[in-house]
């Protein structure tokens, strides 16, 4: 037997209850996302780097691992992709600091070309980026 309840199909069978999102319902879910038309927004929680020696700290950032917390999404993105995606495709990242202040992040390119990500604009100042944790 099977029939929906509240956008997921609900299957009985042999005694057992089973519940999984209808096809249909997350076309709808993802439908109204489409149509906020507000950029899609992650939380940087973490970053793994290289282990070598860099002129630039942020150039050793490998990965950073990230949430969407409006959809309840995680995921790890390469340095490189997250600028293209903060740059090019109107994307937004930022990181909570200690004090629970949200900073964004913006893209940057070193003189030699090499893409990454950073939360200020010039040195002046702290950047939490980097003192968020390794990840494993």
Known sequence: MVFTHFGYFYAKKMGENTYFPSFLFVLILLNLLIKTNEPMSVRILCIKTDAKLHKNPYVAIDSLEWVNERINVKGVTERAKLYDWIKDADGEA?????????????????????????????????????????SA
């Open 94 to 134: 930022y990181i909570i600091d200690e004090y629970g202040n949200k900073t964004t992040l913006i893209p940057a390119l070193c003189p030699d070309g090499n893409k990454y990500v950073k939360t200020v604009f010039d040195e002046s100042k702290p950047d939490y980026l980097l003192a968020l944790p390794q």
